[in-house]
């Protein structure tokens, strides 16, 4: 199966590392999608979430306030000035990381428009049961 290696980096330290199916990304000019063989590019990123299929075709998510994206062939690297990843544990945990995300987002005087689409998002992919919790 063909495969991306994904990293996620923050001033903090590694998020996210690991191969994965696909991955979208919260893009300056709206989302996009990265899939392996994809063409080389660099992106700004805007506050939202990154959505990753992992290879058993269950989703992490992690939210960032902003970033850059580096995509070649086969490999996607995210450096974000802030992220905090929702996923895994009970359910206080992911209520716990929502509102770390809600709270990293609003920390960049983004409007309630990108919080309430990253939210929505969340619990949308919390509750279809696609987000690995």
């Known amino acids: 199966m063909n495969t991306l290696k994904l990293e996620i980096?923050?001033?903090e330290g590694?998020?996210?590392s690991g191969n994965v199916k696909n991955v979208t990304l919260p893009g300056s000019e709206g989302e996009f999608g990265v899939y392996?063989?994809?063409?080389?590019?660099?992106s700004l990123l805007?506050?939202?979430v990154i959505d990753i299929e992992l290879?058993?075709?269950?989703?992490?998510?992690?939210?960032i306030n902003w970033g850059h994206a580096k995509v070649s062939e086969n490999s996607v690297?995210?450096?974000a000035d802030g992220a905090v990843a929702i996923s895994g544990g009970s359910d206080?945990?992911?209520?716990?990381?929502?509102?770390?995300?809600?709270?990293?987002?609003?920390?960049?005087?983004?409007?309630s428009i990108a919080i309430a689409?990253?939210?929505?998002?969340?619990?949308?992919?919390?509750?279809?049961?696609?987000l690995k919790l």
């Open 9 to 11: 980096v923050t001033p």
């Open 14 to 16: 590694l998020i996210f």
């Open 36 to 42: 392996p063989n994809h063409a080389s590019l660099v």
């Open 46 to 48: 805007k506050a939202g």
């Open 55 to 63: 290879e058993d075709s269950k989703h992490e998510i992690v939210a």
């Open 77 to 79: 690297t995210v450096l």
């Open 92 to 111: 206080s945990q992911v209520a716990e990381s929502l509102a770390k995300a809600k709270e990293l987002i609003k920390s960049i005087g983004e409007s």
């Open 117 to 130: 689409t990253a939210t929505a998002k969340i619990e949308s992919m919390s509750k279809s049961g696609i």
